[in-house]
Structure formats: C-alpha cells, structure tokens
C-alpha cells in the first residue's frame, strides 16, 4: 500500500538532520512525482450479455505502479492501494450492431457510482460503437475499496466486445489526484 506523506510541523530551535529532511522533504516529493497510475486493458474478446451492466474485463496492463490491478484475479477491478481520491477514465469498445443503445459507467464495490451512469448512445449501423465512460473523481479506502468499468447493451442479444483490427480495445486509466 502507498503511504500519502504529511508533512512536519517544525518546532523553534529544532536541529535539521539529514534524516529529517529526507522523510519530510526528499520523500513528499518522491511521492508527488511518482503517485500512483494506471492503464489497463482489454486483449481478450468478452461477451456482453443483453440488457444488463457488466464488468469489462482488464487481462492487460501497460503501466500499474501501485499494484492496484491484477491481469488474472478478478481483473475486471483497479483496486487502489493508496488511500485518496482517483481520476478513472475509460470506454468499452462493442461489436457492430443496429440496434437499439449502448452505455458504460462506473461501479465502486459492485454498484453505481452516482453520476457515473454514462451517456446512452444510440446503436449506429455498420460501424463500430465506441462508448466513453464520464471521467469521474472516486474515493478509496486504499485496502479494499476497488472501481469497474461497466458496459450495458440491449441489441437483443449478447455482442461481444471489441480487441482486435476494428478499433482501439476498452480500457481504463487511472490516476491518484488527491488525498
């Protein structure tokens, strides 16, 4: 887990030591220059039940300098192993289909994030439907909290997600912002 520096509060008279300012100073820095991100990914086609939100799974990392995500185990979640509040941004790409709307929003511990219910698109012809996720600003615990990009399609059938030649996969990104 990633430890939010605080900074000291000084006192009159105090010695500075090399020790104090390398925790007080040296590592709030380290910290801010190096906080948490994330960009994860879809490799593998996933199937999208009709007319209910589901996880997008995420079986590729390209950078996950917290460890909040595993390609494995339950990899549709980012899991935040730093306490503060997250930047997620994402979108879930869906195989062609005519008919009818497609959606993506974000759940935080298996429910909908307030304000997060993504824009309702309505189904194009012969092409592609791309669906980008609202960026949304969410609080974790740093433990056990975790966040899951959602998709909804009621073409009438199942659609299977899009990975390869066609488009770029569904992915999230995720990025500390704040204590």
Same mark, same amino acid.
């Given at each position: 887990?990633?430890?939010?520096?605080?900074?000291?509060?000084?006192?009159?008279?105090?010695?500075?030591t090399? *020790?104090?300012?390398?925790? $007080?100073? &040296?590592?709030? @820095?380290? +910290?801010?220059? /190096?906080?948490?991100?994330?960009?994860?990914?879809?490799?593998?086609?996933?199937?999208?039940?009709?007319?209910?939100?589901?996880?997008?799974?995420?079986?590729?990392?390209?950078?996950?300098?917290?460890?909040?995500?595993?390609n494995?185990?339950?990899?549709?979640?980012?899991?935040?192993?730093?306490?503060?509040?997250?930047?997620?941004?994402?979108?879930a790409?869906? *195989?062609?289909?005519?008919? $009818?709307? &497609?959606?993506? @929003?974000? +759940?935080?511990? /298996?429910?909908?994030?307030t304000?997060?219910?993504?824009?309702?698109?309505?189904?194009?012809?012969?092409q592609?439907?791309?669906?980008?996720?609202?960026?949304?600003?969410?609080?974790?615990?740093?433990?056990?909290?975790?966040?899951?990009?959602?998709?909804?399609?009621?073409?009438?059938?199942?659609?299977?997600?899009?990975?390869?030649?066609?488009?770029?996969?569904?992915?999230?990104?995720?990025?500390?912002?704040?204590?």
């Amino acid at each position: 887990m990633g430890t939010v520096p605080s900074f000291r509060t000084w006192v009159a008279g105090e010695i500075v030591t090399a *020790a104090f300012m390398n925790a $007080n100073v &040296r590592d709030a @820095g380290n +910290f801010m220059i /190096g906080h948490p991100i994330a960009e994860l990914r879809q490799a593998t086609l996933q199937s999208v039940p009709n007319n209910a939100f589901t996880a997008v799974t995420m079986d590729a990392s390209d950078i996950d300098s917290d460890g909040g995500h595993s390609n494995v185990t339950n990899n549709s979640r980012y899991t935040g192993k730093t306490p503060g509040w997250f930047q997620f941004s994402g979108m879930a790409s869906i *195989a062609i289909s005519a008919v $009818n709307a &497609r959606a993506v @929003g974000w +759940f935080k511990n /298996g429910a909908i994030v307030t304000g997060s219910g993504g824009d309702f698109k309505p189904a194009g012809g012969g092409q592609v439907n791309w669906q980008v996720a609202r960026t949304k600003f969410i609080q974790l615990n740093g433990t056990t909290d975790f966040v899951e990009l959602v998709v909804f399609q009621n073409s009438g059938g199942a659609l299977n997600t899009v990975v390869g030649a066609g488009g770029d996969p569904s992915g999230m990104s995720v990025l500390w912002v704040h204590s």
